[in-house]
């Protein structure tokens, strides 16, 4: 349990600069399928798939959509997926707040 505690608290604060014309990690790929992102917060991949998501929506400048685009999901999958970890959806919304735009639902 301590174990994955940490593994979504590194997730959470370190990020890994990524193009933002990069393609998915074979993992993500192999939990996006037709556009839904098939993980649960408990699961061991669930952090990999958090810090890919945040490092992406990083390099996109915030912008949750783009990322999206370039995860091969919809926004909604990408923001639920922000949802399974509240931190991490408060942490995306603070950098928004920061860049002036509205807060994820």
């Known amino acids: 349990m301590a174990l994955a505690r940490l593994r979504v608290n590194l997730a959470l604060e370190i990020r890994c600069p990524c193009a933002t014309d990069q393609g998915p990690s074979e993992l993500w790929q192999s939990r ?12 061991d991949d ?12 990083a390099a996109h400048n915030v912008d949750v959509k783009r ?5 091969t999901c919809s926004t909604s ?3 639920k997926l ?11 919304n603070r950098w928004r707040g920061e860049r002036g735009l509205g807060t994820l639902q």
Not at 34 to 42: C, E, F, L, N, T
Not at 84 to 92: C, G, H, I, T
């Open 82 to 92: 922000l949802k399974k970890e509240p931190r991490a959806l408060a942490l995306v």
């Open 67 to 71: 990322a999206a685009e370039t995860l």
């Open 77 to 79: 999958q990408l923001v």
């Open 32 to 43: 996006c399928r037709a556009g839904r992102i098939d993980v649960r917060a408990s699961h």
């Open 46 to 57: 669930f952090p990999a798939l958090l810090a890919e998501a945040l490092d992406r929506i």
